[in-house]
């Protein structure tokens, strides 16, 4: 790891040659060798805002590409393999591999971006921010941007996700997590026993997508998936008490019982869709920003680094589709926003303690023949007997 102060980064006082446009203290990265050489032409581009209170650590964790940290106020300190002082203005470079961790100092913490650098390969799917820098001095940058440039449905819908994606991200749920009443400790074990409903229900989504898929490639991708993310609530639920939180909440039920009903109705291409666009988008956004109250928890780090995989999985299996027709996937995309919507608002204010609680299961329960007559409820039921009701 490596440490650039930005007094040693050459300051940039206009914009144009011919005449002296004031900028303040400007300084591009790109000015500084060590810097330039450090960032790829062209990346995946993720950044994520880091609040940390004094003493308040985010654990250090393995990155797959190159890293940045950029502190913009406070101080701390770098833990990991190189530890070190940093302060605002300070730029860290984390290499490939390499660990990186933060500690608010004191007396009053520190906020940071924190920086994800993935080198793109041309030929594969942009879905994150693309890196701005790659496209200033470019000769065909203005080609690219043409508007007669043939664009894939796929794209499209891509590009329709991400309208989805912003919005939710100033959602009720996302504006709680990045408040200070996220971190209290009532608020966080009711935030926790409101995500195990719906992990719970995931977890039978996947497997209704596994049993109900027909389509070679999907049915592989599909297994894949359920591979990776098999078990995954169980670890969630290690990180609190079930027994002290809700079993079960209405609102939630009814929006995962609609996916799970879509798994046996829709067609591969819009299974894709709601799976890998929607539900693992929104996780993306939603779990990467609940690192910040649960630093201490891998589960939240580890989702935020396959999520965006499985986006990934997702938008190659469409890329193989000829002659996708739009409409039916962009009202799939609009409809499945809007049930995650609904459950990360249950989420939210079952987190929050406003509105109606969330309650146990309700007592008793339906006959084998009352299940038979509902083919949603058939298949949660049989899904709970071949995972033993902890899927």
């Known amino acids: 790891m490596r440490v650039v102060n930005t007094p040693d980064i050459l300051a940039i006082e206009s914009l144009k040659a011919d005449e002296r446009t004031l900028l303040g203290l400007f300084k ?18 993720s950044l994520r805002w880091v ?18 940290i950029v502190v913009t106020e406070g101080s701390g300190e770098v833990i990991g393999d190189s530890p070190c002082s940093v302060q605002a203005g300070d730029v860290v470079m984390v290499p490939p591999g390499g660990l990186q961790g933060l500690v608010g100092g004191a007396p009053g913490g520190l906020s940071a971006i924190s920086i994800h650098l993935e080198e ?6 942009r879905w994150d921010t693309p890196c701005l820098c790659a496209a200033l001095g470019r000769e065909d940058s203005a080609d690219e941007a043409s508007p007669d440039r043939a664009v894939s449905p796929v794209d499209l819908l891509v590009e329709e996700n991400e309208v989805h994606a912003r919005e939710f991200a100033g959602s009720p ?6 408040s200070e009443r996220a971190l ?13 409903i719906w992990s719970n229900a995931f977890q039978k989504v996947l497997c209704a997508r596994v049993v109900f898929e027909s389509h070679p490639g999907a049915i592989a991708i599909a297994e894949r998936h359920l591979a990776d993310e098999v078990g995954h609530n169980r670890r969630l639920s290690r990180m609190h008490d079930p027994r002290s939180s809700p079993s079960w909440d209405r609102g939630i039920a009814a929006a995962s019982s609609w996916f799970i009903e879509r798994m046996g109705s829709a067609s591969t291409e819009e299974r894709t869709v709601l ?11 939603l779990l990467t920003a609940a690192q910040q109250i649960f630093p201490d928890s891998d589960y939240f780090a580890t989702h935020a680094e396959v999520d965006a995989e499985h986006f990934k999985l997702g ?18 995309l609009t409809e499945g926003w809007q049930m995650m919507n609904l459950i990360c608002q249950r989420i939210s204010d079952i987190a929050a303690g406003e509105g109606d609680a969330a309650t146990e299961m309700p007592a008793g329960g339906a006959s084998a023949g009352e299940l038979a007559r509902d083919s949603r409820r058939e298949l949660t039921a049989v899904l709970d007997g071949l ?5």
């Open 275 to 285: 799976v890998h666009f929607v539900i693992e988008r929104c996780a993306d956004i």
């Open 51 to 68: 609040r940390l209170l004094e003493g308040q650590p985010l654990r250090p964790r393995a990155l797959l590409g190159k890293g940045m």
């Open 184 to 196: 209290r400790d009532d608020v966080k074990r009711r935030m926790l026993g409101a995500l195990q």
């Open 173 to 178: 749920l996302m504006q709680l997590i990045r």
């Open 315 to 332: 938008h190659s299996l469409l890329k193989g589709f000829p002659g996708l027709d739009l409409g039916p996937l962009r009202g799939a």
């Open 120 to 125: 793109l390969d041309e030929s594969e799917p």
């Open 387 to 391: 995972y033993g009701g902890a899927m």
């Open 28 to 45: 591009e990265l790109r000015k500084h060798s060590e810097l330039s050489a450090y960032l790829p032409e062209v990346c995946h581009l």
